[in-house]
């Protein structure tokens, strides 16, 4: 059984910081890209951050380059994001997934259940 289980989300103000975790279970995820995902009300799931479970590529969304940061501990199968500088925008529910080739919300073969972050201002 696969799993993604995200953990780390909760309330916080304008210009605080979170750290996400997203813990891997179930198989081998070293041909897999990692990432994080997050869905506003409202909005459609969007792409936040990839990093390949192998490799050292990192992908991000323009909304959040300089702010946030994804890291992995392949030791722990853990996958994280660093999310400074928040912003009211941010708000959301943040996904794991992980796909072999493709950074797109289709494309994704296994997603976690989401943890939520709120941003108030």
């Known amino acids: 059984q696969v799993q993604l289980v995200e953990s780390g989300g909760g309330l916080v103000q304008a210009g605080d910081s979170l750290r996400l975790s997203c813990a891997a279970s179930?198989?081998?995820?070293?041909?897999?890209?990692l990432g994080w995902f997050r869905q506003a009300p409202g909005k459609e799931r969007e792409f936040v951050a990839t990093i390949h479970w192998s490799g050292s590529m990192e992908s991000y969304a323009d909304s959040v380059k300089g702010r946030f940061t994804i890291s992995r501990d392949n030791a722990k199968n853990t996958v994280y994001l660093q999310m400074n500088s928040l912003k009211p925008e941010d708000t959301a529910v943040y996904y794991c997934g992980a796909d072999l080739t493709s950074r797109t919300v289709a494309a994704q073969e296994y997603w976690g259940q989401g943890t939520q972050v709120t941003v108030s201002s």
């Open positions: 179930g198989r081998t995820f070293s041909r897999y890209y």
